[in-house]
């Protein structure tokens, strides 16, 4: 099996960390500048790796094994959330990098490859998923056209800015791959909690948007008699409280629900508002209880909106599908970890979407985790341990030479 150098995998993984430094975490939104001199400093170590690096058109750093006749494709992404962690996708990517590394040295792997990639803006900056989209023929380039950041920034204005414009953008080739591998902090709390040390992931929720909208009627909130007002802001609260009650009778054992964001208009303390907004998001992994939940959410603003005094009115904003991880694949990773770690492993399914489950659409892919301290992600906070940094190199090398093999 080939040998993973832990005190590499840290060094490289502290040293991704110093582009976009902020406290303990990292700042890299997708195509700032810390963002593309990062993608250069990883594009320079592929190649140290003995692999070609090609930046694509819409940020993806590939790296291509150039004599291999079987390649596994590993990575993950290289951005981060807004004041976000040093390993939400920074891990994967750099267990990619010291996979394709420990590899080459490996003469029981001679014919077989790693392929090593960093895809661009899984954390959504401007658009859901583009570089895995991109790669596997999801992303249009209307869609590059229109796309822009919260902010106000258009897609194709950041692309030339960070020196993309004009660049061809890879597409996946079928007869290229024997599949896609990823690992990935958890994000969650349920290895550290259960004294586990690996996660082998059966499955990826899908995650269904819906905004919201109650209309009633702006006013003066000192004058407006309370059996005359149309309170928009009320009505929102009254109607996530129903929401909240409606999702838990039908909840399955891992559903989770959040509605994490809430707008009124105008925002002031002496106006009865006339509009308010929130965003309603519930994900799981099987498909039989996200739809009971879209009707039930849709009846209940039909509900809202029939007994007022506000109007109510619903618009869907996204959808991803679930997605099952290649039986076979988890197999592997299970099996290293037996041999690493035995007895401390769990199959679970992922809370969070990844690019592994746009990548499953097109190929066989599997999925890794490795604990999170305190189950913390998407906060300067996020950490895991050095040991199970390291352990967690070894057991996925390990899992990916035995998918390399055919085992």
Same mark, same amino acid.
């Given at each position: 099996? *080939? !040998?993973?150098? %832990? ?46 690096? =090609? ?6 750093? /590939? %790296?291509?094994?150039? @004599? ?15 004041? %976000?962690?040093?390993?939400? $996708?920074?891990?994967? =990517? ?32 401007? $658009?859901?998923?583009? $570089? @895995? ?41 079928? @007869? ?22 690996? $996660? ?11 905004? =919201? ?12 008699? #309370? ?15 129903? /929401? ?11 559903? =989770?629900?959040?509605?994490?964001? #809430?707008?009124?208009? *105008? ?5 009865? *508002? ?33 007994? %007022? ?23 592997? /990773?299970?099996?290293?970890?037996? !041999? ?20 499953? !659409?097109? #190929?066989?892919?599997?999925? #890794? ?19 199970? /940094? ?18």
């Amino acid at each position: 099996m *080939p !040998r993973t150098d %832990g005190e590499r995998v840290i060094a490289d993984l502290k040293r991704l960390a110093e582009f976009g430094r902020y406290k303990t975490g990292v700042h890299r939104p997708t195509y700032s500048p810390e963002d593309v001199a990062s993608r250069q400093w990883l594009a320079d170590k592929f190649a140290e790796a003995g692999l070609d690096p =090609v930046i694509d058109g819409i940020g993806n750093v /590939i %790296g291509r094994n150039p @004599s291999a006749q079987r390649r596994l494709l590993v990575g993950s992404h290289s951005e981060t959330q807004p004041h %976000g962690g040093w390993l939400d $996708g920074a891990l994967g =990517v750099i267990y990619g990098l010291e996979l394709a590394r420990a590899a080459a040295a490996d003469p029981a792997l001679a014919g077989l490859g790693i392929e090593a990639v960093a895809w661009a803006d899984e954390e959504g900056h401007y $658009g859901n998923m583009l $570089g @895995s989209r991109s790669f596997t023929g999801g992303l249009s380039e209307t869609e590059i056209e229109t796309a822009a950041s919260r902010e106000g920034k258009k897609l194709r204005d950041a692309l030339a800015e960070a020196g993309l414009a004009g660049r061809p953008r890879e597409l996946f080739d079928p @007869s290229r791959y024997v599949g896609y591998l990823e690992a990935h902090i958890e994000q969650g709390n349920t290895l550290e909690s259960t004294g586990l040390r690996i $996660g082998i992931v059966e499955g990826i929720v899908g995650i269904w948007n819906y905004w =919201v909208t109650l209309t009633g009627e702006q006013n003066h909130a000192g004058t407006t008699q #309370m059996i005359r007002r149309k309170d928009a802001g009320s009505a929102m609260v009254r109607l996530a409280s129903r /929401i909240n009650d409606r999702f838990a009778e039908i909840a399955g054992p891992r559903t =989770v629900w959040t509605i994490g964001r #809430m707008l009124l208009d *105008p925002n002031a303390p002496s106006i009865v *508002p006339g509009r308010a907004e929130m965003q309603v998001q519930f994900r799981d992994t099987d498909t039989n209880i996200l739809e009971p939940f879209e009707r039930a959410l849709h009846e209940l603003v039909a509900e809202a909106d029939h007994a %007022g005094p506000c109007r109510a009115a619903i618009a869907p904003l996204s959808k991803t599908a679930p997605a099952a991880m290649d039986p076979g694949f988890q197999t592997q /990773i299970e099996a290293a970890a037996e !041999r690493h770690a035995p007895g401390r492993h769990l199959r679970m399914p992922s809370g969070a979407g990844h690019d592994a489950q746009i990548l499953s !659409r097109r #190929m066989r892919s599997g999925m #890794m985790f490795v604990p999170s301290l305190k189950g913390i992600s998407h906060h300067w906070s996020e950490d895991t341990t050095e040991a199970d /940094i390291v352990l967690g190199a070894q057991v996925f090398a390990d899992a990916a030479a035995a998918i390399l093999r055919g085992a």
